[in-house]
């Protein structure tokens, strides 16, 4: 790593996890006895935006030896990858646990059972959640690629898997976030918040994590959702990372939905957006033949329009908009990863990265900075 590097070195010691983890849940649960961790696993690219931890806890209850699974989430040394909304909004781990169970108490859209949030017995911030059964699509490979969508999906299966997620994308939208006491997210300060402080936000963020370096698909595109703003603030509870590898799926029904640190106050189509950005992702931009029964993006907005009640006016503009936030986000993510090196800082991840070139096929402009990961 160069002296000239952005990267911060990213290293964690997970040597005492099993430990605290036992101290955490004999606090959380001091009717059961003889507590312990098994079966602890970190992925491998965990880390990055918030850690993932799967575990098992073993138990004694009522001189019953009993186990139960368990997913946490434990907040970066440096920080979640998202910009903050809020000054309520900083400590992503926080951010999630929060609006999860705003989201679990005020609709029918399903949420992981959430233990209470912590911030001290992990050293950093932490929630654990209990396991949901089900199966989640990949992102590598993709998922139109490899994987059960393709191997065990009738086309029936994989029609109704994308109708039960855009359902619960619309019950998101469905909240009343003032009656739900959401205003701690509200970018505006004043209880009107509008796509216009979101745009803010990203290109503050923009500036401040490319200290100085040039992006130039990155300027074309904020220049091109200025000009092209379509003026619709019909605002709601965004999801903001909404796409089929967020959500469990069991028996092809969303039984929770995951992900929640991207979560804003903003035109509720930026949703849409993103999960329509993905799915560019995952067949267009991989050459990968639509499987039979997967919906055309066309037949996805239709269906959201029919089970929202709300019409989706400018999808284009709005899967730009959600490409900008995802090619945002890769400047810090792509520092990180040289921070951990995984990438050599001369690749310059956080500019050229398969996102930035996403982006610029959606604008049909020049990308002079092209992609130099191989993942």
């Known amino acids: 790593m160069t002296e000239e590097s952005h990267a911060p070195k990213f290293t964690v010691d997970r040597s005492a996890y ?24 970190i992925p491998v690219s965990t880390g990055f935006s918030n850690e993932t931890v799967m575990f098992t806890v073993e138990w ?30 900083e400590v992503s781990a926080q951010l999630q646990h929060r609006v999860m169970t705003t989201v679990a108490e005020h609709s029918t859209c399903p949420i992981p059972p959430l ?5 001290e017995v992990m050293d950093r911030p932490f929630f654990a959640m209990g396991h949901v059964d089900g199966v989640v699509p990949a992102d590598h490979p993709r998922y139109s690629q490899e994987g059960f969508l ?10 109704r898997m994308n109708e ?27 209880g009107e918040p509008t796509h216009g402080h979101q745009m803010e936000i990203y290109r503050q963020y923009v500036e401040r994590e490319l200290a100085g370096r040039e992006h130039p698909v990155m300027d074309a ?4 959702l200025a000009a092209n703003d379509p003026g619709d ?6 999801w903001g990372d909404a796409r089929h ?37 995952t067949f267009d931009d991989v050459g990968a033949e639509r499987m039979e029964g997967f919906p055309t993006r066309e037949e996805m907005v239709a269906y959201y329009e029919q089970v929202s009640g709300r019409e989706v006016l400018n999808p284009h503009y709005w899967e730009v908009f959600a490409a900008m936030r995802f090619a945002s986000i890769f400047i810090r993510l792509g520092d990180r990863l040289v921070g951990a090196g995984l990438v050599p800082d001369e690749a310059n991840p956080a500019v050229g990265n398969m996102v930035t070139d996403a982006l610029a096929r959606l604008l049909d402009i020049e990308n002079p900075t092209p992609n130099n990961l191989k993942f």
């Open 150 to 159: 393709i191997d065990e999906a009738t086309p029936a299966d994989r029609t």
């Open 233 to 238: 603030d019909r605002i709601g509870l965004s």
């Open 60 to 89: 004694t209850v009522d001189g019953e030896a009993t186990s139960d699974k368990f997913v946490g989430r434990i907040e970066p040394p440096d920080g979640g990858m998202f910009p903050a909304q809020t000054p309520a909004c």
């Open 115 to 119: 233990l209470p949030y912590d911030t």
């Open 18 to 41: 099993n430990a605290k983890l036992e101290a955490f849940f004999a606090a959380q649960f001091p009717d059961r006895t003889d507590v312990a961790i098994n079966d602890l696993d």
């Open 245 to 281: 590898g967020n959500i469990i799926w069991k028996d092809y029904e969303a039984a929770a939905v995951l992900d929640w640190e991207a979560c804003a106050l903003s035109p509720t189509e930026a949703d849409m957006g993103w999960w329509l950005m993905f799915d560019r992702m």
């Open 221 to 224: 595109t904020l220049e091109w």
């Open 164 to 190: 039960s997620g855009l359902e619960a994308m619309a019950k998101i939208h469905a909240i009343d976030w003032k009656a739900a006491g959401l205003d701690w997210l509200d970018a505006s300060g004043t």
